[in-house]
């Protein structure tokens, strides 16, 4: 199985809000999606810094980005849109935008056809969602790092 190195990116704007995107998977029929930060796979070559960017650009609009820390990281096995299996990779960084309305100008097609939904979250509004969040600890780490409060080292949120 081919691994993908994958950044995730903790999207905070100025009022703590953090952008969260709704998709599903075409070859699971009963699925209602669930909610995760924007990002995805680094090209070859890519670090995970200029990945972190390139995904922000194309999935939500956003070219001023400031970078912050490497907070998570997770191995798990995944399905690409085009079916592919895979093991990803996946490093949490945070990162700020000076705040708006996102946009899909940048999105492929297969996103357009997968991403429902794509919006600003307060902690109060997520934790009374009902829907599924990925990464599975979500709810309970995000308090910490919309805090400032980061991990000494990066945290492994691996579920074992």
């Keep these: ?4 190195i994958t ?9 703590g809000q953090i952008l969260l995107m709704k998709g599903r998977m075409t070859y699971r029929s ?15 070559g890519e ?7 390139r995904e922000v650009k194309e999935e939500s609009g956003f070219t001023e980005v400031t970078l912050g820390p490497v907070v ?12 592919e299996r895979v093991l990803l990779k996946e490093t949490y960084m945070v990162a700020w935008v000076p705040g708006g309305d ?3 100008d940048h999105w492929e097609a297969h996103e357009h056809d997968l991403v429902d939904d794509l919006r600003w979250w307060t902690l109060e509004d997520l934790e009374a ?21 980061y ?10």
Excluded at 1 to 4: A, I, N, P, Y
Excluded at 151 to 160: A, F, G, S, Y
């Design 72 to 83: 998570w990281c997770r191995t798990a096995p995944g399905i690409l849109a085009d079916g």
């Design 129 to 149: 969602c009902e829907e599924q969040i990925f990464p599975e600890r979500f709810l309970e780490l995000l308090p910490d790092v919309a805090a400032g409060r």
């Design 102 to 104: 996102p946009v899909r």
């Design 1 to 4: 199985m081919r691994e993908r």
């Design 151 to 160: 991990p000494e080292t990066v945290l492994d949120i691996t579920l074992r």
């Design 30 to 44: 009963t699925d209602l999606g669930a909610w995760f930060t924007v990002g995805g796979g680094a090209d070859p």
């Design 47 to 53: 670090t995970l810094e200029d990945c972190a960017r």
């Design 7 to 15: 950044v995730r990116v903790l999207l905070f704007d100025p009022d």
